[in-house]
């Protein structure tokens, strides 16, 4: 796949498929019509007109999540949403504003709501090239098994932070020890808006960047990655442009780090539509 | 003005305001209706209609660039574009396509073609402060006159490239010799569309940064700058944030910039907003 085509996988949202879910005046979610007919059987949760849904259940943010979470019970028993998570995300009108409801992570595509994640370059340069840490997901997982990944990569959960996460996840995923992780550089973030066969994806990834020591190699404790690899940075660029080895989204991340890092340079025919497709705006 | 609303000047475009040039098959312009109507006494040269605006004048891009120049002059006379800046640029399909015509760099926004420049972010580091180096463009500027810059900062010229426009602006504006030129990274793009009292800016500007050594300092040949002051990174991130002293694009180059080097972080209330705002997708 071309790096254009990666970019545009992420980005295959059709806004004629979907109606904004509301709460109050803010929109926080973009719900399938199929799946807005079935929010329509739990007015007293979720009110759905010809063109919109709206959250009806009162109350505070708990209480709008026990009330959420019995809809979405509801339709993992008719196999509308896969088995929960058993991990929520914070739903909010924007990044850092306080929680509306919290979310079973698995049904946050249904919802079309807004979901953050971390995800972390780890490299070093080696006689000047410049490697970059690889991992290989567990066959088990539920979402893209066994492809290609990033170091350390995770979604933000409810009530957590974008240090917090790092930490923990670099811990779980790579034994990275968190002295290592406090040097990690914020670098942007990468956003993008997907349909997927439950709803639709719309993420924003923080991405950080790590320079690792020579003589560190990551280990996975927690058994979501079967191992890692180190490579040249070019060597990954070739591989996402000629396969899809790679998770979806972690396409984007690294085509960010290789623009940011000057391994993809202005010569290449893809340059611009790679340094102007990996942020899409939030609105 | 906060960030955000840099970002918002410079995507200040409605495309309700504009019909689409076209060259054949390929959108090639954005042309506001006003203009579009001054158009239509041309039609040998661009056939109008209520909705679009197509590029008629026959023959190879020599033949259709003097065609063009005649509207330009007529327009000109007319008070309706500013005097011709005798500085032409190529007009193509895409970026690195082969030119359908040249066009006078002063009456781009009457047409909307999409216009490139070089950006270069000028910087040292002064005991592990991160220094910017700002110019300030010359009081008698058509365009953002006494406002502050990037060291250096060109349109890219009809028939030249990246590199050679990056090594004579350098040249010209800062007295930066090419061997240290030769070591500018390139680190993406910025892209905006913006309207102006001429028409549609449709910009894409190439970034790069380039460490300078300690015992530089730019010098400015060409009268296009009254001089250079070095800044610390973070005082002209605040700077940005407090004023509208730095010209309107430039501000969404060092936001980039910022960002890329961790002296915007997470934490600040707007890294959203600059992450992803800063990366038009072309269309």
Same mark, same amino acid.
């Given at each position: 796949?071309?790096?254009?085509?990666?970019? &545009?996988?992420?980005?295959?949202?059709?806004?004629?498929?979907?109606?904004?879910?509301?709460?109050?005046?803010?929109?926080?979610?973009?719900?399938?019509?199929?799946?807005?007919?079935?929010?329509?059987?739990?007015?007293?949760?979720?009110?759905?007109?010809?063109?919109?849904?709206?959250?009806?259940?009162?109350?505070?943010?708990?209480?709008?999540?026990?009330?959420?979470?019995?809809?979405?019970?509801?339709?993992?028993?008719?196999?509308?949403?896969?088995?929960?998570?058993?991990?929520?995300?914070?739903?909010?009108?924007?990044?850092?504003?306080?929680?509306?409801?919290?979310?079973?992570?698995?049904?946050?595509?249904?919802?079309?709501?807004? &979901?953050?994640?971390?995800?972390?370059?780890?490299?070093?340069?080696?006689?000047?090239?410049?490697?970059?840490?690889?991992?290989?997901?567990?066959?088990?997982?539920?979402?893209?098994?066994?492809?290609?990944?990033?170091?350390?990569?995770?979604?933000?959960?409810?009530?957590?932070?974008?240090?917090?996460?790092?930490?923990?996840?670099?811990?779980?995923?790579?034994?990275?020890?968190?002295?290592?992780?406090?040097?990690?550089?914020?670098?942007?973030?990468?956003?993008?808006?997907?349909?997927?066969?439950?709803?639709?994806?719309?993420?924003?990834?923080?991405?950080?960047?790590?320079?690792?020591?020579?003589?560190?190699?990551?280990?996975?404790?927690?058994?979501?990655?079967?191992?890692?690899?180190?490579?040249? &940075?070019?060597?990954?660029? #070739?591989?996402?442009?000629?396969?899809?080895?790679?998770?979806?989204?972690?396409?984007?991340?690294?085509?960010?780090?290789?623009?940011?890092?000057?391994?993809?340079?202005?010569?290449?025919?893809?340059?611009? #539509?790679?340094?102007?497709?990996?942020?899409?705006?939030? #609105?």
């Amino acid at each position: 796949m071309s790096f254009r085509d990666h970019i &545009a996988r992420c980005n295959n949202y059709d806004p004629a498929r979907v109606v904004p879910l509301f709460a109050g005046a803010d929109r926080i979610g973009l719900v399938r019509r199929d799946n807005a007919e079935a929010l329509a059987r739990f007015p007293e949760v979720f009110s759905v007109s010809g063109n919109m849904v709206r959250l009806a259940a009162p109350g505070h943010a708990e209480a709008v999540s026990l009330a959420v979470d019995r809809v979405v019970d509801a339709l993992v028993a008719e196999k509308q949403i896969p088995k929960t998570r058993n991990e929520t995300f914070d739903v909010a009108v924007r990044w850092g504003a306080p929680p509306l409801f919290r979310l079973d992570r698995g049904a946050v595509p249904f919802f079309g709501t807004r &979901a953050y994640g971390v995800h972390l370059n780890g490299y070093r340069r080696d006689r000047n090239e410049l490697m970059l840490w690889v991992g290989r997901r567990a066959a088990n997982k539920r979402v893209a098994p066994d492809k290609l990944d990033n170091v350390v990569a995770g979604g933000i959960g409810n009530g957590h932070g974008l240090l917090d996460t790092l930490v923990k996840e670099a811990d779980e995923e790579a034994a990275i020890p968190s002295v290592l992780v406090a040097r990690a550089a914020p670098a942007g973030a990468v956003s993008y808006r997907m349909e997927t066969t439950l709803g639709i994806r719309d993420d924003v990834l923080f991405v950080y960047d790590l320079e690792l020591p020579a003589d560190f190699e990551p280990q996975n404790r927690d058994g979501e990655f079967s191992g890692f690899t180190l490579m040249p &940075a070019g060597e990954v660029l #070739d591989r996402i442009r000629r396969s899809s080895d790679f998770k979806f989204n972690v396409n984007l991340v690294i085509l960010d780090f290789a623009v940011r890092h000057a391994i993809l340079r202005p010569d290449d025919p893809e340059y611009l #539509d790679v340094a102007t497709g990996l942020h899409r705006r939030l #609105d």
